[in-house]
């Protein structure tokens, strides 16, 4: 990128974060909070605010989406990600939201009798024995460059971090991705979704960007309800948050907060609409 493009990409970012900054306070000093059951999302991801709903979201009853069968699948919430040791540590997504977020969303579904699936998919770094073509193997091999990780480091990177770990329960499906950034590809997941008659899929992970929003978009390609929780999501990069999360909500499925999905399923969810 030269140094005109990246001087007017530093702009947008600024205009937009500007923008959203303000639509938030004046949203909230005319009622328009969550409280007052209007469209205003305050959940925070990172360096974004959770985006309102898209226009095509608020013709929705979520409350009812939310009641019909549904799976939760986490993506990539890996050692690798969220220990300082592991091969992505670096980023630093123990300090960040979508750790404790996807446990409140974890918690409130299994309370839910219409949650019938759960799925935690794991993102292997080091894919020296993956099927490749020619641009998996450049793009793997750059992923690894410079580490000298054993196998039993390479192992216990690709594990589930611990907190989510204690919260697997038998029935529960483990699993890594095989395909670039798509768990409907090589996988048991289609078999289990449609074994269990899944409608509706509520994601969490990292990368939002990447994983994530892909496969909200080959959910919704497959004939699924996806609903993608925006502070239980991380980018590689916080400030590439606001774009992914007004992108996904704008045109694939709708992005809400944990505190939003939890009200959602309680008696009365419908007051959290919104």
Not at 30 to 38: L, T
Not at 52 to 73: C, G, H
Not at 233 to 251: G, H, S, W, Y
Request: aromatic fraction near 8%; charge should be neutral.
């Amino acid at each position: 990128m030269n140094e005109e493009n990246r001087q007017a990409t530093d702009l947008s970012r600024r205009r937009f974060l500007t923008n959203t900054v303000a639509g938030v306070a004046a949203a909230s000093a005319v009622g328009f909070g969550v409280g007052a059951g209007k469209a205003t999302e305050t959940g925070v991801s990172g360096a974004g605010v959770i985006p309102e709903l898209a226009p095509q979201w608020k013709k929705l009853d979520l409350t009812e989406i939310l009641s019909r069968p549904a799976a939760f699948v986490s993506i990539s919430q890996n050692k690798s990600l969220y220990e300082t040791w592991g091969a992505q540590g670096a980023e630093k997504h123990r300090e960040r939201t979508s750790l404790p977020a996807t446990i409140k969303v974890v918690k409130a579904a299994r309370t839910a009798k219409n949650f019938r699936s759960f799925s935690w998919i794991g993102y292997e770094v080091f894919r020296e024995n993956y099927p490749q073509s020619a641009f998996d193997k450049v793009q793997y091999e750059t992923w690894v460059e410079g580490l000298n990780f054993s196998e039993e480091k390479k192992k216990a990177d690709n594990e589930l971090v611990s907190e989510l770990k204690a919260l697997v329960q038998p029935g529960d499906l483990q699993f890594n991705e095989l395909a670039l950034q798509s768990s409907f590809i090589g996988t048991q997941l289609p078999l289990e979704l449609s074994r269990k008659r899944i409608e509706v899929i509520v994601f969490t992970g990292i990368h939002l960007d990447w994983c994530v929003e892909g496969n909200a978009r080959a959910a919704r390609d497959n004939g699924y309800l996806p609903i993608v929780i925006g502070d239980a999501c991380d980018c590689q990069k916080p400030e590439d948050e606001p774009a992914a999360l007004r992108r996904i909500n704008n045109f694939f499925a709708p992005v809400i907060s944990s505190d939003k999905f939890v009200k959602l399923l309680q008696p009365g969810g419908a007051a959290a609409q919104g």
